[in-house]
C-alpha cells in the first residue's frame, strides 16, 4: 500500500543567487505567509489578498517597474504573482487615460480562470474592467477593460493590426518558462517595440524561470539588417526581483522504487489517498486523451471491485479538447462528503487554483512535440518533465490550505536525472506556423529575428519551402495576396488553412469545415482498450473506401441525424464529448471563413471536390507503397522515408497505392494518422514546385 511506498522528502524553494552586473536584487527581508488555520474559509477576499506573499512587495513593484523598462519577477507558485500584480498596476495609475495592463498566458484554460478571478476579487463583472480575449472568445469592452488577460497567441496577432501595441502601458508575460513559441515570438518582438516605446513596460514572471538569461536576453541588443535596427542600442538593465515566501506548504513525497505503469500507479496512488486521508480533491498529472481515458476506467474497474474505498469519487478528465462545459466542471465545488478526483493533461499545470485541491499526484510524463528537420518529421511523443513542470504542478496543491504532492518517480530520479528546464517548443518544433506568423508581423530577415533562443536553421528552411509551395509565401519569401494574408489570418495550422481557402474554389467549404473541426480532436473513437473489436466494426459502419477524411464526413452525418444523440455516440464506440467539441470548433471556422469571404457551400456529395481540397492542403504529407511491399511499407514522396498506416485508419491493410495523411506518429514504426486515397497528378497540379527536382525521377508515375 501507498503508506509503506511513499517516501516524503522536500523540495526547497528555489533561492535566487544574487546576479551580477548591475541586476536589482530584493533579499528576503519579509518573512513569507503564514499557513495559520486563521486563512482556512471565511477570510474577507480583501484579507486574503493582503496575505498573499506578494503583497509585501508591492511597493517594490511599483517602483521596479515605474523605474526599469522591464522587470523580471520570481516568486513560488501560488504567492500571487498572476492575480495581484496586474491590480497593484491598476491602482497605481497604469490603465488611466484609457490605456489599459495586458497579462498573458500560455494556455487558454489559464486565461478565463485567472480573469474570473481577479474579477471577482475587484467586484466587478467579468468583461467589463477586467477582460479575457483567447482564440475565437473576446470578453472585453474596449471602452471599460484596464485589465486583460489573453494567450500570447493571442497578443501576437493584435500585432498584426497595431504593430506597437500602442493601448497597452505594461505587459506582463506570465509563465514565460514555458517558453512556448508563441511566448518567444512575443519576447523577441516586445524587445523590438520597447525600443520605439521606451514609455512601454515589460514584466516578465514565473515561479521557475531562469531569471539570469531572461535578463542577459533583454540588456543585449542584437544587430539585425533591417531597417529599424541599423545602430546597436544599449539595452536598459532589467531589474529581477526574487518574491520569498509561499502560500502554504506542500509536502513532497516520492516513490522508493520507480514505477513501470504511471497510469496504474496512478489509480492505486488516488485509491489510497481516497482511502487514507483526510477532506480534499486530488488532481492528477497524467500525459493525454488516451491516458486519461485509460485512467478513468481503471479507477471504474477497480472502483467497482473495492466498492468501499471508491464510494464518494467524482472523476473529471480534463485536456484542451474537451468541450468547454465539461471543462468548467472542474471548478464547480465538490458536493459536501465527495471527493473529486480531476484527471489532468499539462493544461492544469500554470496559473490555475482548483479551489478543493489538497492532493497532486504528479506521472512526471506530459505529451511533447519533438520534430527532426532532417527527415521532416514531427512526433507527439510521451517524455518525461522537467523540474520546472514538476513544481508547477506541486504548486498546484497548497494554494488555499497546506498539501500534498505524490510524485511517481524516486527523490534521486528528481534531483540528478531530471532536466532543470525543458526544450523551448521553438528548438523542437515544425515552425510552419511560427514563420507564416513572423511574416504577417512584417519580420522579413527571419534567420536574423532576436529570439531568446534560436530555432535549428534547418526546420526554419523547412517552413519557408513548405509554405512557398503552398503558394502562401513568393519569390521574395514576402506573403502573397490574397492567399498568404488569409492564411495568416486563419489561427491553424496553414496546411489547414490552405485546405479551407482552396475548399472555396472547389465548392467544398462546409465538408472541409467539419474535416479540419475533426482533425483538430486527438480522436472522435472511443478508446479502443478492451473494445477494439467492437470499435472496427463501428467504423466499418462509416468507412469510405476514400479513407478517414470521407469517413468524418460519414460520422459527422450520421451524429447530426442522430440529433446529436448521446446514446447514439455510445452505440457507435464514437466520443460524445469529442463530437460536442467538434461542433464547437466547427462553428468557429465557419465564423472565421465567412470574415475571409470564403462562402460556405456544400458540394453535395462531390467527394473529388473534397479530395483536391485536402490534397491542395496536405501535398507536403504524400506517400507511396513500396512496389512489391508485403507488410505494407509506404515511402514519403519528400524525403523517402518508411512509413506505414495507422492501426486505427479505416485503410488499414486496405494499403492504397498512393495516400496523404494528416500527422505521423511514432510508435515502433512511423505510422501515418488519417490518411486518404489520392490521384498522384493532383500533388504536381497543387504543387508544381514541391515535386520538381526529386531525387526520384518518377515520383508522380503510377
Ligand atoms: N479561483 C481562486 N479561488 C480561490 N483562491 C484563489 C483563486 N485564484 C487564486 N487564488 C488565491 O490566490 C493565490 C495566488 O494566485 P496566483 O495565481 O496569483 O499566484 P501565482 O503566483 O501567479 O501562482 P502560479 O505561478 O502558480 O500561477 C492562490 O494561491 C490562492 O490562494
Same mark, same amino acid.
Given at each position: 500500500?501507498?503508506?509503506?511506498?511513499?517516501?516524503?522528502?522536500?523540495?526547497?524553494p528555489?533561492? =535566487?543567487?544574487?546576479?551580477?552586473?548591475?541586476?536589482?536584487?530584493?533579499?528576503?527581508?519579509?518573512?513569507s505567509a503564514?499557513s495559520?488555520? @486563521?486563512?482556512?474559509?471565511?477570510?474577507?477576499?480583501?484579507?486574503?489578498?493582503?496575505?498573499l506573499p506578494?503583497?509585501?512587495?508591492?511597493?517594490?513593484?511599483?517602483?521596479?517597474?515605474?523605474?526599469?523598462?522591464?522587470?523580471?519577477?520570481?516568486g513560488e507558485t501560488g504567492s500571487g504573482?498572476?492575480?495581484?500584480?496586474?491590480?497593484?498596476?491598476?491602482?497605481?495609475?497604469?490603465?488611466?487615460?484609457? %490605456?489599459?495592463?495586458?497579462?498573458?498566458?500560455?494556455?487558454?484554460?489559464?486565461?478565463?480562470?485567472?480573469?474570473?478571478?481577479?474579477?471577482?476579487? !475587484?467586484?466587478?463583472?467579468?468583461?467589463?474592467?477586467?477582460?479575457? *480575449?483567447?482564440?475565437?472568445?473576446?470578453?472585453?469592452?474596449?471602452?471599460?477593460?484596464?485589465?486583460?488577460?489573453?494567450?500570447?497567441?493571442? =497578443?501576437?496577432?493584435?500585432? !498584426?493590426?497595431?504593430?506597437?501595441?500602442?493601448?497597452?502601458?505594461?505587459?506582463?508575460?506570465?509563465?514565460?518558462?514555458?517558453?512556448?513559441?508563441? *511566448?518567444?515570438?512575443?519576447?523577441?518582438?516586445?524587445?523590438?517595440?520597447?525600443?520605439?516605446?521606451?514609455?512601454?513596460?515589460?514584466?516578465?514572471?514565473?515561479a521557475?524561470?531562469?531569471?539570469?538569461?531572461?535578463?542577459?536576453?533583454?540588456?543585449?541588443?542584437?544587430?539585425?539588417?533591417?531597417?529599424?535596427?541599423?545602430?546597436?542600442?544599449?539595452?536598459?538593465?532589467?531589474?529581477?526581483?526574487?518574491v520569498e515566501g509561499r502560500g502554504f506548504n506542500v509536502?513532497?513525497? #516520492?516513490?522508493?522504487?520507480?514505477?513501470?505503469? #504511471?497510469?496504474?500507479?496512478?489509480?492505486?496512488?488516488?485509491?489510497?489517498?481516497?482511502?487514507?486521508?483526510?477532506?480534499?480533491?486530488?488532481?492528477?498529472? =497524467?500525459?493525454?486523451?488516451?491516458?486519461?481515458?485509460?485512467?478513468?476506467?481503471?479507477?471504474?474497474?477497480?472502483?467497482?471491485?473495492?466498492?468501499?474505498?471508491?464510494?464518494?469519487?467524482?472523476?473529471?478528465?480534463? #485536456?484542451?479538447?474537451?468541450?468547454?462545459?465539461?471543462?468548467?466542471?472542474?471548478?464547480?465545488?465538490?458536493?459536501?462528503?465527495?471527493?473529486?478526483?480531476?484527471?489532468?493533461?499539462?493544461?492544469?499545470?500554470?496559473?490555475?487554483?482548483?479551489?478543493?485541491?489538497?492532493?497532486?499526484?504528479?506521472?512526471?510524463? @506530459?505529451?511533447?512535440?519533438?520534430?527532426?528537420?532532417?527527415?521532416?518529421?514531427?512526433?507527439?511523443?510521451?517524455?518525461?518533465?522537467?523540474? +520546472?513542470?514538476?513544481?508547477?504542478?506541486a504548486g498546484?496543491?497548497g494554494r488555499?490550505?497546506p498539501?500534498?504532492?505524490?510524485?511517481?518517480?524516486?527523490?534521486?530520479?528528481?534531483?540528478?536525472?531530471?532536466?532543470?528546464?525543458?526544450?523551448?517548443?521553438?528548438?523542437?518544433?515544425?515552425?510552419?506556423?511560427?514563420?507564416?506568423?513572423?511574416?504577417?508581423?512584417?519580420?522579413?530577415?527571419?534567420?536574423?529575428?532576436?529570439?531568446?533562443?534560436?530555432?535549428?536553421?534547418?526546420?526554419?528552411?523547412?517552413?519557408?519551402?513548405?509554405?512557398?509551395?503552398?503558394?502562401?509565401?513568393?519569390?521574395?519569401?514576402?506573403?502573397?495576396?490574397?492567399?498568404?494574408?488569409?492564411? +495568416?489570418?486563419?489561427?491553424?495550422?496553414?496546411?489547414?488553412?490552405?485546405?479551407?481557402?482552396?475548399?472555396?474554389?472547389?465548392?467544398?467549404?462546409?465538408?472541409?469545415?467539419?474535416?479540419?473541426?475533426?482533425?483538430?480532436?486527438?480522436?472522435?473513437?472511443?478508446?479502443?482498450?478492451?473494445?477494439?473489436?467492437?470499435?472496427?466494426?463501428?467504423?466499418? %459502419?462509416?468507412?469510405?473506401?476514400?479513407?478517414?477524411?470521407?469517413?468524418?464526413?460519414?460520422?459527422?452525418?450520421?451524429?447530426?441525424?442522430?440529433?446529436?444523440?448521446?446514446?447514439?455516440?455510445?452505440?457507435? #464506440?464514437?466520443?460524445?464529448?469529442?463530437?460536442?467539441?467538434?461542433?464547437?470548433?466547427?462553428?468557429?471556422?465557419?465564423?472565421?471563413?465567412?470574415?475571409?469571404?470564403?462562402?460556405?457551400?456544400?458540394?453535395?456529395?462531390?467527394?473529388?471536390?473534397?479530395?483536391?481540397?485536402?490534397?491542395?492542403?496536405?501535398?507536403?504529407?504524400?506517400?507511396?507503397?513500396?512496389?512489391?511491399?508485403?507488410?505494407? !511499407?509506404?515511402?514519403?514522396?519528400?524525403?523517402?522515408?518508411?512509413?506505414?498506416?495507422?492501426?486505427?485508419?479505416?485503410?488499414?491493410?486496405?494499403?492504397?497505392?498512393?495516400?496523404?495523411?494528416?500527422?505521423?506518429?511514432?510508435?515502433?514504426?512511423?505510422? !501515418?494518422?488519417?490518411?486518404?486515397?489520392?490521384?498522384?497528378?493532383?500533388? *504536381?497540379? +497543387?504543387?508544381?514546385?514541391?515535386?520538381?527536382?526529386?531525387?526520384?525521377?518518377?515520383?508522380?508515375?503510377?
Open positions: 500500500m501507498p503508506q509503506q511506498f511513499w517516501k516524503p522528502g522536500t523540495d526547497k528555489r533561492i =535566487l543567487e544574487d546576479e551580477e552586473g548591475g541586476v536589482v536584487f530584493f533579499a528576503p527581508s519579509l518573512s503564514s495559520s488555520s @486563521s486563512r482556512f474559509g471565511y477570510a474577507s477576499i480583501g484579507s486574503q489578498r493582503q496575505r506578494v503583497y509585501k512587495y508591492r511597493t517594490a513593484i511599483l517602483y521596479l517597474v515605474e523605474t526599469h523598462a522591464t522587470t523580471i519577477i520570481v504573482k498572476t492575480t495581484q500584480i496586474p491590480q497593484y498596476l491598476k491602482e497605481a495609475g497604469w490603465a488611466d487615460g484609457g %490605456r489599459v495592463i495586458a497579462c498573458t498566458q500560455p494556455r487558454r484554460l489559464a486565461v478565463q480562470s485567472v480573469a474570473s478571478r481577479v474579477a471577482e476579487e !475587484m467586484d466587478v463583472k467579468l468583461g467589463e474592467e477586467v477582460g479575457y *480575449t483567447i482564440r475565437f472568445e473576446d470578453v472585453t469592452n474596449p471602452a471599460a477593460t484596464m485589465i486583460k488577460f489573453l494567450t500570447d497567441g493571442v =497578443l501576437l496577432r493584435e500585432i !498584426m493590426d497595431d504593430p506597437l501595441l500602442t493601448k497597452y502601458s505594461v505587459i506582463m508575460v506570465d509563465e514565460a518558462h514555458e517558453r512556448s513559441i508563441s *511566448t518567444d515570438i512575443l519576447l523577441g518582438l516586445l524587445k523590438k517595440i520597447q525600443r520605439r516605446r521606451p514609455e512601454l513596460r515589460l514584466i516578465i514572471s514565473s521557475t524561470i531562469e531569471a539570469k538569461s531572461m535578463s542577459d536576453f533583454f540588456q543585449t541588443s542584437k544587430k539585425h539588417r533591417g531597417p529599424e535596427d541599423h545602430e546597436f542600442v544599449p539595452r536598459k538593465v532589467p531589474a529581477v526581483l526574487s509536502q513532497i513525497h #516520492y516513490v522508493v522504487e520507480p514505477v513501470s505503469d #504511471y497510469v496504474q500507479a496512478t489509480v492505486s496512488t488516488v485509491l489510497s489517498i481516497h482511502d487514507q486521508e483526510p477532506a480534499g480533491d486530488i488532481l492528477v498529472f =497524467l500525459t493525454g486523451q488516451d491516458d486519461i481515458d485509460a485512467a478513468i476506467q481503471l479507477l471504474a474497474e477497480e472502483a467497482h471491485a473495492s466498492r468501499k474505498i471508491s464510494s464518494g469519487l467524482i472523476v473529471l478528465p480534463l #485536456y484542451s479538447s474537451l468541450p468547454r462545459a465539461e471543462q468548467d466542471l472542474v471548478f464547480s465545488p465538490t458536493p459536501r462528503g465527495k471527493r473529486k478526483v480531476v484527471i489532468s493533461t499539462n493544461i492544469a499545470e500554470t496559473s490555475l487554483t482548483l479551489e478543493g485541491v489538497v492532493y497532486v499526484v504528479d506521472s512526471g510524463f @506530459s505529451k511533447q512535440q519533438f520534430y527532426n528537420p532532417i527527415s521532416d518529421i514531427e512526433n507527439l511523443v510521451v517524455a518525461p518533465i522537467s523540474k +520546472a513542470s514538476a513544481r508547477q504542478r498546484r496543491a488555499v490550505r498539501g500534498k504532492c505524490y510524485r511517481l518517480y524516486t527523490e534521486e530520479y528528481f534531483v540528478n536525472e531530471m532536466s532543470s528546464v525543458g526544450i523551448p517548443e521553438m528548438q523542437r518544433s515544425k515552425l510552419v506556423s511560427c514563420v507564416i506568423q513572423l511574416k504577417a508581423l512584417g519580420i522579413d530577415n527571419i534567420l536574423g529575428f532576436d529570439w531568446p533562443a534560436s530555432p535549428p536553421p534547418e526546420a526554419m528552411i523547412r517552413a519557408l519551402e513548405v509554405l512557398y509551395s503552398l503558394g502562401v509565401l513568393d519569390d521574395d519569401a514576402k506573403l502573397t495576396s490574397p492567399v498568404g494574408f488569409q492564411a +495568416a489570418e486563419i489561427p491553424l495550422d496553414p496546411m489547414i488553412s490552405k485546405m479551407i481557402l482552396s475548399s472555396n474554389q472547389l465548392g467544398c467549404s462546409e465538408e472541409i469545415i467539419t474535416i479540419a473541426a475533426i482533425l483538430s480532436i486527438q480522436s472522435i473513437w472511443v478508446s479502443g482498450k478492451g473494445v477494439q473489436k467492437e470499435l472496427d466494426e463501428a467504423k466499418l %459502419r462509416f468507412a469510405a473506401a476514400e479513407g478517414d477524411h470521407v469517413t468524418f464526413l460519414n460520422v459527422y452525418k450520421g451524429f447530426l441525424q442522430s440529433g446529436k444523440s448521446s446514446q447514439w455516440c455510445h452505440k457507435n #464506440y464514437m466520443n460524445y464529448q469529442a463530437m460536442k467539441k467538434v461542433i464547437e470548433i466547427r462553428e468557429q471556422l465557419r465564423r472565421t471563413a465567412l470574415r475571409l469571404g470564403i462562402v460556405l457551400r456544400s458540394c453535395e456529395g462531390d467527394i473529388l471536390a473534397v479530395r483536391k481540397a485536402v490534397t491542395a492542403g496536405f501535398f507536403a504529407n504524400a506517400s507511396r507503397l513500396e512496389a512489391f511491399s508485403h507488410n505494407g !511499407m509506404y515511402k514519403t514522396v519528400r524525403g523517402s522515408q518508411e512509413v506505414y498506416i495507422h492501426p486505427s485508419s479505416v485503410l488499414f491493410r486496405v494499403n492504397p497505392k498512393w495516400v496523404i495523411y494528416h500527422s505521423l506518429v511514432s510508435t515502433d514504426r512511423q505510422y !501515418m494518422r488519417n490518411a486518404m486515397t489520392i490521384d498522384p497528378s493532383w500533388l *504536381t497540379e +497543387a504543387a508544381p514546385h514541391f515535386f520538381q527536382n526529386l531525387r526520384r525521377p518518377d515520383p508522380i508515375a503510377h
